[in-house]
Every structure is written in structure tokens, then in C-alpha cells.
């Protein structure tokens, strides 16, 4: 039974000497906001305070959960980071650490899921931790069910599960599905890191302290299957419109596995429009050039409904999605440096003459989708 230790529950800090000091925090612009003075009211520095005493909880919590492990007799494997660990490089299509000292899983141009912490029981169970000061958590499930989705492909034979941690007066929890297990902790404030980072005359710090035992293991030795993004978004691309009779593949598109990968990748491209079709369906205003292409996806919303959305990319990290909803026409602008961007470009590279699609075909995807959605409520 996985249950919150008391010391972990009230953030004691007595075992973890000076190493939460010793961590790198991106303060760049909280130090710039107090240089100028702005007031600690003010929203610019409540975001930017926010946002590193996330990051200052997240390792103050690893640190705990590195003791943890050690001592309890049900962890089998827990995976080191930060300067527990030895190697500072993220490699391609497996788990390991990256220069920020993190634990992710990369494609080689592209990082696709981070992860706070990550361990094994003997039970084969496989954890991953989330760990977050918001007290909302309802936008939080689309981050873990992309993140259950991976591990579960990469690590077939182990039971995925999560282990989110909270302080307490967190809303939403319920709304969880029922892999994620939550623990409540005390109230955490980050004053004291700030107070030694702002310090002119800062205290020698205690020696960092490595926590070491059998079950602590580096992230690049565990063995996982073997899986490659883009070739199976690829794949994926291809079968949805391979059907000899139908526009798209619906009984391939709402199979379990492939289900289980549109979680993970949220967005499936199916084919793209002419930037005609494209002005008229999005009421687009903008010139293009006659070969502009608007890509056209099936994209996963929080109720597990899927809909259409469109991509129409400009340049080679300039890309626009645009959405409908009740008839209302929303545009918004992509992350240059998100995977999106590259995933867009990847698929229109892979796109041929037969994956144009016009307004009529649009018109029967959306039914068949509706359809499928109302039957699965009913």
C-alpha cells in the first residue's frame, strides 16, 4: 500500500541537509522583477514567484521521495535525477536525463513527456509523479493521460500508474482516473531558497548529500519497447485512410491500441484541404500562396469527444491551428519550438494527392465522428 509518510505529509526538512540550496533554479526574471522593485502584489511577480516555488516543491518532494524509497521494501527500482545521477544527456527514444538534469523521453529532435519522479514496486507496478503547487488539477489530466499512454507503449509488462502530490486545499481531485493515487502535504512555502539566492552574504552550504541503496537506478537501464514517434504517427496516417469504401477508417481509429496512442499524441492528421476550401470553411482573409495547404487533424478533447481541427503552417516554425465550435472560428498561434510544429511539417512531407480532402468529405467526417461519440454516451 503506497500511503504518505508523516514527514513527507508535514514537509519536514531535517533529513535533506542543504540540498534543496543546491539545485539550479531558473530565477532569471524573478531577480529581475525584484531588482526593479515591483511590488510582490503585483501579478507579473506572483506568476514568476509561482512559478519557482513549483519548481523549488518539486525537488524539495524528490528529495523526500529518494528516502522514501530507500526504506520502503515495496520499491523495487526508483529512478535518480539532478545530481544523484551521472549522466547529464538526454538519448533518443528511451528514458534518460536531460541537461536540465530531468527525467524524459525524447524523440532526437523533440522532448515528448517530462517526469517528476518515477519508480517500480515489486508488484510491477510503474509510478510516475506528478507534483504541482496549482490548486485546480481539472487541466492536469490531459498532461497524465498523454503520460500514461507513453509508458504504457514503452513499458507493456508493468501496471502504469500515478502518484500525484498536492498540498492541501487542492479542488478537482476526484475528477482523477481511478490510476492516479494523491497525497496531501502541508502548505510549502519557498521563502527560504529565495532569501539564501537573494542573499549578498551567503552561508556555506552542507555538502550535498547522494542518497544510494539497491533500488536506486539510472534512468537509461531500464528496458523498454521499442517505439519510434514519427514513424508511427505515420503509420497511423496512413492506415485511418487506407479503407477501400471510406474516407477514413473508423473501426481503426476507435481500436483500443489505437485509442491508447491518440492519447498520447491527442492529434491525428488525416489528409489536408486546398487553401480555397480552406478560406471558405475557416473564413480565412489572409493571402496565400495557390500550393498552401491546410492540414486537417482529429483531435481528442478532455470528454474524450473527437473533433476536427486545422493547421495551415506558413514557414517552417510558423503555424496556425484553428478550431470550430459552435460555428465560432478560433485561431491560435503554435509554439515555433513545440513538437507540433515539426509534427505538421513531418506529415506534409508524407502527404500525397491522395490525401487531399474536400468540404463534402469534411462534412462526412464530422457526422461519422459525432455519431461515434452520441452511441459510445448512450
Known amino acids: 500500500m503506497l500511503d504518505i509518510s508523516k514527514s513527507i505529509k508535514n514537509l519536514d526538512n531535517y533529513d535533506i541537509a542543504d540540498n534543496l540550496f543546491h539545485y539550479d533554479y531558473n530565477t532569471k526574471h524573478l531577480l529581475s522583477l525584484i531588482k526593479k522593485g515591483i511590488d510582490k502584489e503585483d501579478p507579473s511577480y506572483?506568476?514568476?514567484?509561482?512559478?519557482?516555488?513549483?519548481?523549488?516543491?518539486?525537488?524539495?518532494?524528490?528529495?523526500?521521495?529518494?528516502?522514501?524509497?530507500?526504506?520502503?521494501?515495496n520499491i523495487e527500482k526508483f529512478i535518480l535525477k539532478g545530481f544523484h545521477q551521472n549522466r547529464h544527456k538526454a538519448h533518443a527514444n528511451t528514458l534518460s536525463i536531460s541537461e536540465k538534469e530531468q527525467i524524459v523521453y525524447r524523440t532526437k529532435s523533440r522532448e515528448i513527456s517530462e517526469f517528476d519522479a518515477m519508480f517500480i514496486t515489486k508488484d510491477k507496478e510503474l509510478y510516475f509523479v506528478e507534483m504541482t503547487l496549482v490548486k485546480s488539477v481539472l487541466k492536469l489530466r490531459k498532461r497524465l493521460r498523454k503520460k500514461k499512454a507513453l509508458l504504457d507503449i514503452i513499458f507493456p509488462n508493468y501496471d502504469v500508474k500515478a502518484l500525484i502530490i498536492l498540498n492541501e486545499g487542492a479542488t478537482g481531485t476526484k475528477q482523477f482516473p481511478d490510476y492516479c493515487k494523491v497525497w496531501f502535504t502541508k502548505e510549502f512555502c519557498a521563502a527560504d531558497v529565495l532569501a539564501y539566492i537573494t542573499s549578498q552574504n551567503r552561508r556555506k552550504l552542507l555538502p550535498k548529500v547522494k542518497i544510494s541503496g539497491p533500488c536506486m537506478i539510472e534512468a537509461h537501464t531500464l528496458k523498454l519497447h521499442p517505439f519510434r514517434y514519427y514513424n508511427t504517427m505515420s503509420w497511423i496516417t496512413k492506415t485511418i485512410r487506407s479503407h477501400k469504401k471510406h474516407i477514413i477508417d473508423m473501426s481503426f481509429l476507435m481500436s483500443f491500441k489505437i485509442q491508447r496512442y491518440q492519447d498520447l499524441y491527442n492529434k491525428f492528421y488525416i489528409g489536408y484541404l486546398n487553401i480555397e476550401d480552406g478560406k471558405s470553411l475557416l473564413n480565412?482573409?489572409?493571402?496565400?500562396?495557390?500550393?498552401?495547404?491546410?492540414?486537417?487533424?482529429?483531435?481528442k478533447k478532455h470528454s474524450d469527444e473527437i473533433v476536427l481541427t486545422y493547421y495551415i503552417q506558413t514557414g517552417r516554425k510558423?503555424?496556425?491551428?484553428?478550431?470550430?465550435?459552435?460555428?465560432?472560428?478560433?485561431?491560435?498561434?503554435?509554439?515555433?519550438?513545440?513538437?507540433?510544429?515539426?509534427?505538421?511539417?513531418h506529415i506534409n512531407k508524407l502527404m500525397d494527392d491522395s490525401y487531399k480532402l474536400?468540404?463534402?468529405?469534411?462534412?462526412?467526417?464530422?457526422?461519422?465522428?459525432?455519431?461515434?461519440?452520441?452511441?459510445?454516451?448512450?
Open 46 to 73: 506572483l506568476s514568476s514567484y509561482r512559478s519557482f516555488e513549483g519548481e523549488v516543491f518539486e525537488n524539495f518532494v524528490y528529495e523526500k521521495l529518494l528516502r522514501y524509497a530507500r526504506d520502503d521494501e
Open 284 to 299: 480565412l482573409t489572409e493571402e496565400y500562396s495557390e500550393d498552401q495547404r491546410v492540414v486537417v487533424a482529429l483531435e
Open 318 to 345: 510558423k503555424l496556425y491551428l484553428y478550431s470550430i465550435e459552435e460555428s465560432k472560428i478560433t485561431k491560435e498561434k503554435k509554439d515555433p519550438y513545440g513538437i507540433t510544429v515539426t509534427e505538421v511539417f
Open 358 to 378: 474536400s468540404l463534402a468529405n469534411i462534412g462526412v467526417i464530422k457526422k461519422l465522428l459525432k455519431e461515434r461519440f452520441e452511441s459510445k454516451r448512450s
